[in-house]
């Protein structure tokens, strides 16, 4: 039999949600992708669904939802662009975004996937972006006449942005870009492309401040993460890193007149079998660069080949690098609480210009072994360097 009690408080708490969900729904403008025309099939090209949704959301003088329900929506090329009438538009992506199974679609095209420009307050919540970026790595793998490829997702010239809960599948290139952004949050996202995918870097950011990037796994063929030119209060904490090259800050010196990296914070991070742990690197030439106030903490390396590098003789193909000297400044860089193994004898690698040597280098209870029993070294060239703590190897001190 019903409790009528129950019933009543059953009928209150119903009336109570319908009131809030109406509130809610009276301040944000929703737009649905899949009542704007997109076809959760996988086969459908859904672009313009995606673009009017953006439209509207950005035309919207009141916060804006855009909705993407569950399924497989094909989607090409997209910008969207600000500036918008408002300063909260989420993305809710329940489901995922395909790009073209033929690469040249997007790979050739200006080279983002999904982009967003001059914006200001975007989140994106959840979702997967699958770049189908496998058939061109195969190809770029055979051949050099190959377009570059498109990076899945990036912020240009943006403002105030989140994204939570992405996973980012097989990007052509890079997979997320920020270049010109202030204050960027990027937390709970996952990376995953095979590790010998070409140039899928997981995260790259330069000419940015303020951005944080927490609790992330990536799982890649290039950097994990790349600190590019231009990077200031940049806040990494809570990484899983392997495959893939490691956290790079560099290249840098690729230009003359080059904006410095500043106030960088690395910590949190496990390394897992990747090509290297924390790496710092320039190009063996003149440039107004530098690399400042640098904190690499907290960190476990688990097979990783270079746990800690600094290259400034980084030359591909030797072209271009006269005389090989770095104008790249490197200062005050600590490195604290590193610990685990090194695939390679060398663990510890600084190996800076002859014209600028490092200066301010610290090293604070850094344990490394060579393959978890032997003892491993250090190469130390132009490096001013202190230690605390236990520091081992200390051939080079
Ligand atoms: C360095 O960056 C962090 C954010 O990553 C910020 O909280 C801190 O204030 C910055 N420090 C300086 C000296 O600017």
Redesign the pocket.
Known sequence: MANPVMSLILLFLSIVSIFLSSVSMADNAIFNVVQMGAKPNGKTDSTMSFLNAWKAACGSTKPATIIVPLGRYLVKQAHFRGKCNNKAITFRIDGTLLAPSNYNVIGNAGNYWLLFEGVDGVSIRGGNLDGRGAALWACKASSNNRPSGATNLAFVNSNNVAITGLTSLNSQMFHIVINGCNKVKVQAVKVLASGNSPNTDGIHVQLSS?V?ILKTKIHTGDDCISIGPGTT???IQEIACGPGHGISIGSLGKDFKEAGVQ?V?VKSVIFKNTQNGVRIKSLGRPSTGFVK?IIFQHTTMINVQNPIVIDQNYCPDNINCPGQVSGVKISDVTYGDIHGSSATEVAVKFDCSKGNPCKGIKLENVHLTYKNQLPAQASCDNVALTTSGLVQPDNCL
Do not use: K, R
């Open positions: 303020e944080s209060n940049l806040w106030n914070t106030n």
